[in-house]
């Protein structure tokens, strides 16, 4: 099992940047990708970006393409995901999730641990 733990959420203003983080503990060395994923208020869950664990292949949705960058800290068993350029369309509850085999990073069902979330908060 892997727990994982964000921090990094808050307020700010549209056109303002945010650095998420989320820490890893447990059974690390079972990771094949790390994501996040949001939820805004009566809105499905949707993915943001996530990262091969084994390649550092990086993936985006389109909403957040050139705008959010997804990194990793191997020392502190780390992901990271910058967010830059924010507008109000972004707030959202965002989760961190990890997957324990290769597949679809794009699908929640993918996962099999995930975080408490943090909000993130862009005013207009």
């Known amino acids: 099992q892997v727990q994982l733990v964000e921090s990094g959420g808050g307020l700010v203003q549209a056109g303002g940047s945010l650095r998420l983080s989320c820490a890893a503990s447990g059974r690390t060395f079972s990771i094949y990708v790390m994501g996040w994923f949001r939820q805004a208020p009566g809105k499905e869950r949707q993915f943001v970006a996530a990262?091969?664990?084994?390649?550092?292949?990086?993936y985006y949705d389109n909403s957040v393409k050139g705008r959010f960058t997804i990194s990793r800290s191997n020392a502190k068993n780390t992901v990271y995901l910058q967010m830059n350029s924010l507008k109000p369309e972004d707030t959202a509850v965002h989760y961190c999730?990890?997957?324990?085999?290769?597949?679809?990073?794009?699908?929640?069902?993918?996962?099999?641990?995930w975080g408490q979330g943090t909000q993130v908060t862009v005013s207009s």
């Open positions: 990262m091969d664990w084994r390649t550092n292949v990086t």
């Open positions: 999730a990890a997957a324990s085999v290769a597949g679809d990073v794009t699908k929640i069902r993918l996962y099999n641990s």
